[in-house]
């Protein structure tokens, strides 16, 4: 080997080594998935200089791969686009959990060109290893080279498998903490973020709404007669009831909404960036879904038909934080009770809560709270026992 060859195999080797120890420096800082999958990016661009690359992550229930991280020309039209198992180099190298070099993909028949029709690239030669963690495959990595870029090499693959062996751990890494990050934060019994999780939330998205000046609305409801479904049935079946609701909201809400189990019987949705009136009429959506579900049917005393009772404050309008927006959908819910059950009430607001009574925007309640909801609102803020009222 001559010596500018050699001279020119030291320093590949030596930014190699720089990158492994920059993907064992995030391996062991950062537990952030976004994160680990930017620093793991950009050193293999770094080092290997593709015109484009993706990470790409496997749905282990359906084997299909997803875009997670892609940079280059068009790469911002991958993001989201899923790859069927099997699909493409991607899918092949994953499927089969083996490396592939391909210098012409005009003479592979693995070859996928929808990819290239959504991000108007055109692809010349492709190398892509499997991310693989304890035999299981996690994803890809596929580096791509369009025309005149040049084709990958042998060494290239060997380079790239090994920062797929670190990206792998650092990737099995956070997500086993994003799991038990998500165990802190959900309702066992609803699949729901528990109270703990609105908070935090709350407070975040109160803050960015006085930044930004948009309004942030919170429903807030309990089942109705609740305390019969246990008293009759028992707390199992109580309990498989809010299961139910749970999936229900799920199914319901839109992706941006936090779902939360508050306690007992009671739910609070936060919906950032939606308006009180837009909130009421998701609140009388839910309330007409929860109406028309039949729980418990698969029980020989199903199936059991429930209402909610529904409040809604929005900020700023109606509270100026986040403690009395809850407070004030609360009392909201609490009218609804005082009144007949199974509606949805939406706060009156500030301004008009200092003048005199008037028709609310649902036009059904008056701005005085009756002494009745008073009353009632006042028991609950002093036991709250997750039964019925």
Not at 72 to 87: P, V
Not at 253 to 280: C, H, N, W
Not at 314 to 323: G, I, R, S, V, Y
Not at 362 to 369: C, I, R
């Amino acid at each position: 080997m001559r010596g500018k060859d050699l001279l020119r195999e030291l320093h590949r080797t030596v930014d190699e080594l720089a990158v492994l120890n920059e993907i064992g420096k995030a391996l062991t800082s950062s537990l952030d998935i976004g994160e680990v999958m930017h620093v793991i990016l950009a050193k293999v661009s770094e080092l290997l200089k593709p015109r484009n690359w993706s990470l790409l992550l496997k749905d282990q229930a359906t084997g299909e791969l997803s875009f997670h991280a892609a940079v280059g020309a068009g790469s911002d039209k991958l993001l989201g686009l899923r790859i069927k198992a099997g699909e493409g180099i991607a899918g092949w190298v994953a499927q089969h959990n083996l490396p592939l070099l391909v210098p012409d993909v005009a003479k592979d028949a693995r070859f996928a060109s929808r990819f290239d029709t959504a991000s108007r690239f055109h692809t010349a030669s492709i190398l892509c290893v499997p991310l693989t963690f304890k035999g299981l495959t996690l994803g890809v990595i596929e580096l791509v080279n369009g025309q005149g870029d040049g084709v990958f090499s042998e060494e290239d693959l060997r380079i790239l498998s090994t920062v797929a062996e670190f990206s792998a751990i650092a990737i099995e890494n956070a997500r086993n903490f994003h799991k038990v990050e998500e165990l802190t934060v959900l309702d066992d019994h609803t699949g729901l973020f528990n109270s703990r999780h609105l908070k935090k939330q709350l407070e975040s998205e109160v803050t960015r709404a006085t930044r930004f000046g948009h309004p942030v609305s919170l429903i807030f409801f309990d089942l109705d007669h609740f305390k019969k479904v246990n008293d009759t049935h028992g707390h199992q079946a109580g309990s498989q009831v809010l299961h139910e609701v749970g999936k229900l909201l799920l199914k319901t809400l839109r992706s941006t909404d936090v779902p939360v189990r508050y306690g007992g019987d009671e739910f609070v949705i936060l919906m950032p960036e939606t308006s009180k009136d837009q909130a009421i009429a998701a609140g009388k959506r839910i309330g007409a879904e929860i109406a028309a579900a039949p729980f418990l049917a698969a029980q020989k005393y199903g199936p059991l038909h429930l209402t909610a009772s529904i409040g809604i404050a929005a900020f700023p309008d109606d509270a100026p934080d986040p403690e009395n927006l809850i407070r004030r959908a609360d009392e909201a819910m609490y009218q609804v009770k005082a009144r007949a059950r199974g509606g949805v009430q939406g706060a009156v607001s500030l301004r008009k809560q200092a003048g005199e009574p008037k028709a609310d925007r649902n036009g059904t309640l008056t701005a005085g709270v009756s002494s009745e909801a008073k009353k009632t609102s006042e028991a609950k803020k002093t036991s709250r026992t997750g039964t019925s009222k």
